[in-house]
């Protein structure tokens, strides 16, 4: 994907997503690392909104890390037990060298802020557009999370527009 018409903060937001998906141990950046890389990064209509709504980096890790924990579960795997069995050498981590690719969800959210852009008559991409794009997809992770951590997709799409309004005046 192109990353013209990102403003640096979203262009940041990104670069921080995959950060947090290379810590977390993930083959793909899904939009759950999307949400992370707002949250992380902290510039922004989108972080401003998720703050505003009490959503922290903290608690959104805790919740990825507990939604992987849930799926492994489900197919017989305990991370706790990986945890414990393990110890300090246990590290999900992926290399610095490794290349970490979209997932098709983050692929979609992404296009999905663009289109955003273009409904809302802006020039450039911003955090508020790929937090658009996150809760545009009902099915998707992070959406999920934001559930888990007592924020609805309409919630926070009217505290987008209400804080892109105060910005505008």
């Given at each position: 994907?192109?990353?013209?018409?990102?403003?640096?903060?979203?262009?940041?937001?990104?670069?921080?997503?995959?950060?947090?998906?290379?810590?977390?141990?993930?083959?793909?950046?899904?939009?759950?690392?999307?949400?992370?890389?707002?949250?992380?990064?902290?510039?922004?209509?989108?972080?401003?909104?998720?703050?505003?709504?009490?959503?922290?980096?903290?608690?959104?890790?805790e919740?990825?890390?507990e939604?992987?924990?849930?799926?492994?579960?489900?197919?017989?795997?305990?991370?706790?037990?990986?945890?414990?069995?393990?110890?300090?050498?246990?590290?999900?981590?992926?290399?610095?060298?490794?290349?970490?690719?979209?997932s098709p969800?983050?692929?979609?959210?992404?296009?999905?802020?663009r289109?955003?852009?273009?409904?809302?008559?802006?020039?450039?991409?911003?955090?508020?557009?790929?937090?658009?794009?996150?809760?545009?997809?009902?099915?998707?992770?992070?959406?999920?999370?934001?559930?888990?951590?007592?924020?609805?997709?309409?919630?926070?799409?009217?505290?987008?527009?209400?804080?892109?309004?105060?910005?505008?005046?």
């Amino acid at each position: 994907m192109i990353f013209n018409r990102f403003t640096d903060k979203s262009r940041r937001c990104v670069e921080a997503a995959l950060e947090e998906a290379r810590m977390l141990g993930h083959d793909s950046l899904g939009d759950e690392d999307l949400l992370l890389g707002i949250l992380r990064t902290d510039e922004g209509i989108g972080a401003e909104a998720l703050s505003s709504l009490g959503v922290t980096l903290e608690e959104a890790r805790e919740e990825s890390e507990e939604m992987l924990s849930d799926a492994l579960s489900s197919i017989g795997i305990s991370l706790e037990e990986m945890h414990r069995e393990t110890g300090d050498t246990f590290d999900m981590r992926l290399p610095e060298d490794r290349k970490i690719p979209l997932s098709p969800r983050a692929k979609k959210v992404l296009v999905r802020a663009r289109k955003e852009m273009r409904e809302l008559g802006d020039n450039y991409l911003g955090t508020e557009h790929v937090l658009l794009g996150i809760v545009c997809n009902e099915d998707g992770t992070a959406v999920r999370m934001l559930a888990s951590m007592g924020v609805s997709p309409e919630t926070l799409e009217d505290r987008l527009y209400e804080l892109r309004g105060r910005a505008a005046s």
